[in-house]
């Protein structure tokens, strides 16, 4: 005996080639089925008329500032310009190559702010040799006499920018400040840290660095 599927729990004997007819799925099953694929299909119109509406409102410009966002939602900064390379001996990097003039036309007046005795005629001696003309030599001013931590500090007015960077890029870790004076002159200023000047060679590859041109930032970021 058999009761197959269809036949609401009549029970059948199958004899010979004969079997009983099934009778149609139930027509509830078929409206559930109907009713779902309704639900997709309106899904699906709807999502694509969104996609239209912000298309043709605007919305959709604002996509690339969205996806740029930080997670608490406000658009990330435009990127910094590049930082100006930190070059030894200068601290007034970069600067137009043109502004840097040769050692010949540049007066350096050398000072000892330490209490070794004789850096300062050796350092200017040591200078002139490089091509410096050399102006004033001896104990640094009160001002800065034992306060001078590092190796050494350039002092120029703003007439002397371009050979600060000049002088400045002979040793290794000076600082650089500006003052009032109105002429070219250059005070080099020997520091506690002082040992000696750059060779020639590493002095010429920090002036190539202070004076390399910084590239202007892109206005094109990408997130």
């Known amino acids: 005996m058999l009761t197959p599927q269809g036949l609401k729990g009549k029970q059948y004997r199958i004899t ?6 099934l009778g149609r799925p139930p ?14 299909a309106l899904a699906l119109i709807g999502l694509g008329g969104v996609q ?5 409102s605007g919305k959709g410009k604002n996509a690339s500032a969205q996806a740029c966002a930080t997670p608490s939602g406000k658009p990330l900064a435009a990127p910094a310009p590049e930082a100006a390379p930190t070059v030894p001996g200068s601290a007034a990097a970069p600067i137009d190559p043109t502004a840097v003039p040769q050692p010949a036309a540049v007066t350096v007046n050398v000072y000892n ?30 001002e800065l006499d ?19 960077t000049l002088v ?17 002159t250059v005070d080099f200023v020997i520091g506690d840290s002082y040992n000696a000047l750059l060779d020639e060679t590493q002095a010429a590859a920090a002036l190539a660095l202070a004076t390399k041109p910084v590239p202007a930032p892109s206005t094109t970021g990408s997130c």
């Open 16 to 21: 010979g080639n004969s079997y009983p007819r």
């Open 52 to 56: 239209l509406w912000d298309i043709f």
């Open 168 to 184: 400045g890029s002979t040793i290794a870790g000076a600082t650089s400040t500006a003052d009032a004076r109105t002429d070219g």
């Open 113 to 142: 702010a330490t209490a070794k005795a004789g850096l300062a005629a050796r350092t200017a001696e040591e200078l002139k040799k490089r091509g410096f003309t050399i102006g004033k030599v001896g104990n640094a001013p009160a």
């Open 27 to 40: 027509k509830k099953s078929r409206k559930v089925f109907a009713l779902i694929g309704a639900l997709l």
């Open 146 to 164: 034992k306060k001078v931590p590092g190796t050494a500090q350039v002092i120029a007015g703003p007439a002397g920018a371009g050979a600060s």
